[in-house]
């Protein structure tokens, strides 16, 4: 039994083919050595691919967006670490004043405070111009935090309006070549019956459009001065706390 | 890498022994090849320094084995062929020792390869307890279950000579 089994085992070779085609095989891996390390880094590279794209597009991704019209008419894209990532002017006055200032980067505070105490912004408050700021929020929580800010530092001037609205206003807003601000008015003419183009309100500064609205609708609250907040209807109403009473 | 002139000593030295532990475990031409080519990269790329014949010898006994577990667990294997069919394509070409090959191929895998070391490669059981790391005990218990296993199928029991 014994010398059975190795006559069986005996009978197996490798024959001559088989080790050619394994030293063959051998010398095509010397040639081409395989690298463990390939797969390791391609797989790195393509996660920090990811993580660079995701955390790029995290970046750049505005959560608010602060739009100030007084005839410069501009917006100020904010992401979610408070950083200004995108402007944009909406007339030749916005885009001028933008680029005499370059805001982007900056933190929304810095940015505001640069903004309000530009010697261009500073001539127009003083020769009374007025100043619509409206916080447009894609995230509640930075909109609200905004919106608070822009009050408390504006808080003493008269001239100066500020409210907070919902994105969807804003392409509205966007599709007739107007700011937030100026569409806010343009609205409120219209719904006071005076006839005018978004062309024309773009054209106006926010102090000749509200004066436009006051001395067409006496009524209106809100000629010079006050906060607004937009109620559910999508309709402005006045915050009593800011406004003269009638 | 190890040299040509290295590889072609070790292949010329061990390419039967690998070729029937491959035989031994996988049964048909297609994946020994496979298993003969991996251990032999396996020993170029390796940097074991040996201390003797017996050791390289010895280690690549176990690489061939675990080699040849490997493919065995394989997705492929396992949805391929059944013994009876392996057993169909192997044995036309060792028709001269047809049972003996049917009665060690039919073993479980532990016993095929006690018998194998011990019966052909002349290893004693303290030996294989070391290549195939396992306990000497255990390594008795295989070699005399599949004795018993060989006589009931052969009707005789290999000698210790």
Request: proline content about 2%; some cysteine; glycine content about 4%.
């Amino acid at each position: 039994m014994n010398r059975e089994i190795k006559e069986a085992f005996d009978a197996i070779h490798a024959d001559e083919h088989l080790k050619q085609n394994t030293i063959h095989f051998i010398n095509q891996k010397r040639k081409h050595p395989v690298s463990t390390w390939k797969p390791v880094l391609t797989a790195a590279a393509c996660i920090l691919f990811i993580i660079g794209f995701g955390s790029f597009h995290v970046y750049f991704t505005p959560t608010s967006v602060i739009s100030m019209d007084i005839n410069p008419s501009f917006e100020l894209e904010i992401n979610r670490f408070g950083k200004v990532i995108n402007t944009e002017g909406y007339n030749e006055d916005g885009s001028n004043l933008l680029q005499s200032l370059d805001l982007n980067y900056d933190n929304y505070k810095d940015a505001i405070h640069t903004v309000l105490t530009s010697d261009t912004m500073e001539e127009y408050l003083e020769n009374d111009a007025f100043l619509s700021i409206a916080v447009v929020e894609i995230d509640e929580a930075q909109g609200e935090e905004i919106l608070d800010y822009i009050s408390t530092c504006t808080e003493n001037q008269e001239n100066i309006s500020c409210c907070k609205l919902q994105k969807e206003e804003v392409t509205k807003a966007h599709s007739l070549g107007l700011s937030y601000g100026k569409y806010n008015t343009y609205l409120e003419l219209q719904e006071a019956g005076i006839e005018i183009t978004a062309e024309q309100v773009r054209q106006m500064s926010m102090r000749e459009l509200k004066d436009l609205l006051q001395q067409e609708c006496p009524d209106n609250l809100d000629s010079a001065k006050g906060n607004r907040k937009q109620n559910q209807n999508g309709h402005h109403q006045e915050n009593s706390k800011n406004t003269p009473s009638s | 890498m190890r040299s040509e002139e290295e590889m072609n000593r070790v292949i010329n030295q061990y390419s039967d022994m690998v070729k029937r532990v491959c035989f031994l475990h996988l049964k048909n031409e297609a994946d020994t090849e496979d298993v003969f080519q991996t251990v032999f990269l396996k020993y170029a790329l390796s940097s074991v320094c040996f201390e003797s014949a017996e050791h390289e010898k010895a280690w690549l006994l176990r690489v061939t084995m675990n080699a040849c577990k490997d493919l065995i667990k394989s997705f492929f294997r396992s949805h391929t062929t059944s013994l009876d069919e392996i057993l169909e394509q192997a044995t036309p070409l060792y028709e001269d020792h047809h049972d003996v090959f049917d009665a060690v191929l039919r073993l479980p895998e532990t016993q095929r390869r006690v018998i194998y070391l011990h019966y052909y490669e002349g290893y004693t059981a303290p030996e294989i307890s070391k290549i195939l790391k396992k306990n000497v005990n255990t390594v008795y218990t295989w070699m005399t279950r599949a004795k018993q296993m060989l006589k009931k199928e052969l009707g005789g029991v290999p000698d210790e000579s």
